[in-house]
């Protein structure tokens, strides 16, 4: 093992100026923009790298997902089993709301929205005193109830077939049209996830994302200086469920379809590995874990049936590589400097 | 009278692990509570902080009697304790630790945004707290790869950052080098001195009870032995007896 020769090399760094401060900073920044960038453009390169349009949406939509499963798992310490509940609740909600309320596409969008963010406010009570694997087992059986709900209700979800028979419509705005096809409605998915984007940025800059962390790092410690830290899980739970609920209609939204499989606990696991793969806990972790498996998933599917066992193999490569997800570098107090890629030494000093 | 206990005991079955103590603490009065191994420190402050209940008797703090409170109800009335095995959050810095104490104690931790001027604010009091602790030269490092002596510090803050008004020390030094030590102890003289804090606390190092504590009191067997200025304990013959029996 190298471990112990880095730490020597890394404590013996330079003391830290201004100057170095002012590139880290730039340097944080820097990640975001290209982001961005990448995103905002990514209609005119996706098919100069052999993709498609419709592929980058669903990179969104699983990218917007998986960023709100973070919040419980990455930065509050609670591991969901059980995301796909919300994730598939907001896709019925907005189904459901196009095929027989009305065919308005941001009013089915809150429709969704809705009925994810209410079913996760309403079961949040019933989890949150759980534990580790407790709570993980619990989240799973809520998924698995919605599950078998959806596939039994026949007449209004329309069982194991799935919900078809509705579609995005083109949003009036009185001045314009947005006829919502592949290119525009990629615009809109990135609206809704940078919409989430910010929110999450948001949550994380206030007390509230403070308190998060705080449990995450000594649950026991925050209940001795006096917070209820239940109802801290329970905020983390609930707001992640109603952005999940977002990114399920979504879904709907993308394929005009949605069926129990979306419910299914198998799509709360690929959920956990995207944020996993990507890095618990980093803000666009959960990003770059989507993309990867989006694309493993799309090239690997077109060429053997067997596709699962590679997706599997790829993971389990990249957790044994990078213990902390592609982008889970560890923390380094000084200047916001990132440590290398050595979470195993260094967690046996404590 | 900051804290008062009233004929507390405590049994665990049949061991009896404090024994009729009565003792009380003035308001401003840093004090010791000092004795071998296994004479009931630990439990003694476990029942004043609220995580065990006496069998018998009463604790009385800051005029209302807390025997029947939880521990964060202590908390919040201004009684805040510090452990002995260390308990921070090891992966967020130093600043980052103190400024959740210091939102907790403003009650604004369920906030989903704030306004800068309360950004402003929080910032200004865990710059104040790190001054105060001597941590501000350390205030972007994690506090989980913190020198022991730091962490504990850090926790010290932490408690200070609830802005108590008795600080219960459990074992301050404890597994501390002696220039940590030193530092330990000059805080705890600094925050008596500049923060006028009630300070109670359990120490081994009788140096460091002896340069600090205006009172000291000495339990032996679960019970008090004798409680007195630090003049009157070390001159006492049954102090000395029962430290020499203990520690043959």
């Known amino acids: ?139 799973i059986a809520f998924s698995q109830l919605f599950y078998f709900i959806a596939e039994h209700w026949n007449e209004l979800t329309g069982g194991e077939d799935g919900l078809a028979g509705f579609q995005r419509h083109a949003i009036d705005f009185g001045i314009a049209t947005l006829p919502l096809h592949d290119a525009d409605f990629y615009y809109f998915v990135l609206f809704f996830f940078a919409l989430t984007a910010g929110i999450i940025a948001m949550l994380l800059r206030s007390p509230l994302g403070h308190t998060w962390l705080s449990i995450r790092e000594n649950a026991r410690r925050a209940r001795y200086l ?7 899980v329970w905020a983390a739970f609930a707001i992640a469920g109603t952005l999940a609920a977002l990114g399920g209609s979504m879904e709907a939204l993308l394929n005009n379809f949605t069926s129990p499989q979306d419910l299914y606990f198998i799509v709360s696991g690929n959920f956990v590995i995207m944020v996993v793969l990507g890095g618990m806990g980093t803000f666009w972790g959960p990003l770059v874990g989507a993309a990867i498996f989006i694309t493993a998933q799309d090239y690997l599917s077109s060429m053997t049936l067997n596709w699962e066992s590679f997706v599997g193999v790829l993971f389990v490569v990249v957790v044994l590589a990078f213990p902390r997800g592609i982008l889970g570098l560890r923390r380094n107090g000084r200047n916001g400097t990132k440590r290398g890629q050595s979470g195993r030494d260094q967690r046996v000093r404590a | 009278m900051m804290l008062r206990l009233d004929h507390v005991t405590k049994r665990f079955g049949n061991l009896v692990a404090n024994q009729d103590i009565s003792f009380s603490l003035e308001p401003r009065e840093i004090s010791a509570v000092i004795g071998p191994n296994g004479a009931g420190k630990t439990t003694l402050f476990h029942m004043i902080s609220g995580f065990l209940p006496p069998t018998e008797g009463r604790i009385w703090f800051d005029g209302q009697d807390v025997t029947d409170l939880p521990p964060t109800r202590r908390v919040r009335g201004g009684m805040v304790r510090t452990f002995q095995i260390t308990e921070i959050f090891p992966e967020l810095t130093v600043a980052e630790n103190l400024r959740i104490g210091i939102e907790t104690h403003m009650g604004i931790n369920a906030r989903p945004f704030v306004s800068r001027a309360t950004r402003a604010e929080v910032a200004r009091r865990v710059d104040a707290l790190m001054a105060l602790t001597g941590l501000s030269d350390k205030a972007d490092e994690l506090a989980g790869e913190l020198a022991h002596g730091d962490q504990r510090v850090v926790e010290v803050a932490l408690a200070l950052s609830l802005e108590p008004k008795l600080l219960l020390l459990d074992e301050p030094t ?75």
């Not at chain 1, 923009?33 to 005119?44: G, N, R």
């Not at chain 1, 699983?62 to 907001?90: D, P, Q, R, W």
């Not at chain 1, 006096?226 to 801290?232: K, S």
Request: aromatic share 10%.
């Open chain 1, 1 to 139: 093992m190298s471990g112990p020769v880095a730490r020597t090399a890394i404590l013996r760094e330079p003391a830290p100026s201004a100057i170095t401060a002012g590139i880290a900073l730039f340097n944080r920044h820097r990640v975001s923009v290209v982001i961005w960038l990448l995103l905002l453009t990514a209609p005119v390169w996706l098919p100069l790298v052999g993709s498609y349009i419709q592929l980058g949406s669903q990179v969104l939509v699983f990218a917007l997902t998986a960023m709100a499963l973070n919040i419980l798992v990455g930065y509050t310490g609670y591991i969901s089993f059980g995301e796909a509940a919300y994730f598939g609740l907001g896709a019925y909600g907005t189904g459901l709301f196009l095929k027989f309320v009305a065919p308005m596409t941001l009013p089915a969008v809150l429709a969704g929205v809705a009925l994810g963010g209410a079913a996760a406010c309403l079961i949040g009570p019933l989890i949150m005193r759980r534990r580790g694997v407790y709570f993980a087992m619990t989240t």
């Open chain 2, 174 to 248: 404890a597994g501390m080098a002696e220039h940590e030590t030193d530092m330990m102890v000059a805080l705890i003289k600094r925050l008596h001195a500049e923060r006028h804090l009630t300070i109670l606390f359990i120490e081994h190092d009788m140096s460091v009870v002896f340069g600090i504590a205006q009172r000291i009191t000495v339990l032996d067997y679960g019970r008090v032995l004798v409680s007195g200025t630090p003049e009157e304990i070390a001159n006492d013959a049954r102090v000395q007896a029962a430290y020499l029996g203990g520690e043959a």
């Open chain 1, 226 to 232: 006096g917070l209820r830290t239940d109802w801290y």
